[in-house]
């Protein structure tokens, strides 16, 4: 528990779509929008590290593992993601000097562990050689952190969330933040960060689907903790492949041609089921496996142990890719559940006259949002 929290605080994501930050300034109690930067460059270092396969390479030697592995780390891509950092803070004047940064998707390890109830000093024993079990590699290549899920009184068992990180990630991290001159305060998963600006302390069952630049990521957040986490290589990279085609333009315009297609297609067609047909013919190489996905998701956690009579009340879309016409319409009529798009400033403080902007880029800032929130909430 912090014993006060900071008077501002940065929120950092490293997306494969780009870097996002913000900076919140704490006022009246309430969190305020002080500034924000962002960029369209498509990022690397999701590809730096990863959990997926236990052959899967390391930037430790083996003779490195128990020692210093400072100079395991290639000191180039230290530098570029640093002067990145760097030239975002500069262009958007952020003041703090400390902040919460992502960690990839795709290198976080996630599970929920089923443990028998268990004294404080025999759990982290027990948890250990459960998650050994199941980790993609050594579990003394790795950082763990883990949560206690919360159980009803009569339960007979323990549920834990488990998260885990290569070490040479966290390295990583903290090497490029003290080039860049900012305290690295915590590294947070992106589901933990999504829920924090999406969801907030509303207690019911939602599922939070982020269509990123690369991958859409589906989450379901029961009781504030991702109980269920997959991906498909499916993103926003994808989606303006097809408009690229469709209209005729290179692949760097498309980002901004995307809004202005859209937003007059809704405009013109706002109740048209024949537009809807039509959306759905040119993009369904996109919505079917959403679909899909959110299926599974479905199945999986309904699986889970004293969630059979549970179902998610809503579905909730962010990232870059969720403003696709049509498809919260598409998802909302598939699965009777109301389907929108995340609001990540509900719970921030900032100028009316910023709103326009604000929405615009709003599900793309959802995560540096929520990394943001993390020391003021």
Not at 174 to 187: C, D, M, R, Y
Not at 314 to 329: C, E, F, R
Not at 360 to 377: D, E, F, N, Q, T
Request: glycine residues 6%; contains cysteine.
């Amino acid at each position: 528990m912090l014993l006060f929290k900071p008077k501002s605080h940065l929120g950092i994501d490293l997306g494969a779509g780009g870097i996002k930050i913000v900076e919140l300034k704490l006022e009246k109690k309430r969190p305020m929008l002080y500034t924000y930067g962002l960029t369209s460059q498509m990022q690397d270092v999701h590809r730096l590290f990863d959990v997926s396969s236990k052959n899967s390479p390391s930037l430790l030697s083996s003779d490195q593992k128990n020692k210093s592995v400072a100079v395991a780390i290639d000191p180039e891509q230290v530098k570029k993601y640093a002067n990145l950092v760097k030239a975002i803070c500069v262009g958007a004047r952020t003041t703090s000097l400390s902040a919460t940064v992502s960690l990839p998707v795709s290198v976080v390890f996630h599970a929920v562990i089923n443990l028998p109830l268990l004294k404080k000093e025999e759990l982290d024993r027990v948890l250990r050689a459960e998650v050994k079990k199941l980790l993609p590699r050594p579990i003394e290549d790795m950082v763990l952190d883990y949560q206690m899920i919360k159980n009803s009184p009569e339960s007979k068992t323990q549920r834990v969330l488990v998260n885990a990180v290569p070490k040479e990630l966290v390295i990583f991290y903290t090497q490029v933040f003290k080039l860049a001159g900012i305290q690295l305060e915590s590294l947070e998963p992106e589901s933990i960060a999504l829920e924090r600006s999406l969801v907030g302390r509303d207690q019911s069952v939602s599922m939070i689907i982020d269509i990123g630049a690369e991958r859409t990521n589906f989450y379901i957040i029961d009781q504030g903790y991702a109980i269920t986490h997959h991906s498909t290589e499916i993103g926003g990279g994808r989606l303006n492949k097809i408009l690229s085609n469709i209209l005729g333009v290179k692949d760097e315009l498309v980002e901004q041609l995307k809004y202005d297609y859209f937003g007059s297609l809704l405009k013109k067609n706002s109740n048209s089921q024949m537009t809807k047909d039509k959306f759905y013919g040119l993009f369904s190489s996109i919505v079917d496996p959403i679909v899909k996905e959110i299926e599974y998701s479905f199945e999986i956690y309904l699986k889970q142990t004293g969630n059979e009579k549970k179902r998610p009340e809503k579905i909730i879309l962010t990232g870059g890719g969720s403003s696709m016409p049509y498809l919260t319409d598409f998802i909302s009529e598939k699965f009777n559940i109301k389907c929108y798009i995340g609001d990540p400033w509900g719970r921030v403080v900032y100028q009316e006259s910023l709103k326009p902007a604000l929405g615009k880029i709003g599900p793309r800032m959802s995560v540096a949002v929520g990394l943001a929130l993390r020391k003021l909430v």
